[in-house]
């Protein structure tokens, strides 16, 4: 395994964690204008069981962004998108795991919340560029 790719994807993946979580955080926003009776919060999983809705909305927007990165049917473009393809699916599914994280640790201090989303992204990005450099074997 190369180093200097595998940190490309690392690089890569935890950039794409945070974009994760800034674009839940806006769905969030936007969802609590119609529907404001339940916390902000970024984890999908956690709101299926506190506010169902917006859970799946959340996973929805997820899912969509995972489906972007599809790669196009051309031959000299297929391997580079592949990469960006699988590094998005990773970094999707381990942000429905790492997301809880700072729903796992209750504090009355707002700092230690933004700590532990951060901590969740790198955390997040770490595991899924080390499994996007496993699963694509180069």
């Known amino acids: 395994m ?5 940190s490309y994807r690392i690089a890569s993946s935890i950039g794409y964690s945070f974009i994760l979580t800034i674009i839940t955080a806006i769905v969030s926003i936007i969802l609590k204008a119609f529907y404001p ?6 984890a999908p ?4 069981v506190i ?3 917006e859970g799946v909305i959340e996973l929805i927007v997820i899912g969509l962004l995972a489906l ?3 790669p196009v049917r051309s031959t000299i473009e297929r391997a580079p998108l592949m990469q960006a393809r699988t590094t998005a699916i990773y970094t999707s599914i381990g942000y429905l795991a790492f997301s809880l994280l700072p729903y796992a640790i209750r504090v009355p201090y707002i700092q230690t919340y933004i700590g532990l ?4 992204n790198v955390l997040n990005g ?5 499994a996007t450099s496993i699963s694509l074997k180069e």
């Open 45 to 48: 999983l956690d709101l299926l």
């Open 117 to 120: 989303v951060i901590a969740f």
């Open 37 to 42: 009776p339940f916390p902000f919060n970024i």
């Open 51 to 53: 506010s169902p809705i």
């Open 68 to 70: 972007f990165t599809y």
């Open 2 to 6: 190369n180093s200097r790719i595998l």
């Open 126 to 130: 770490i595991t899924a560029g080390v």
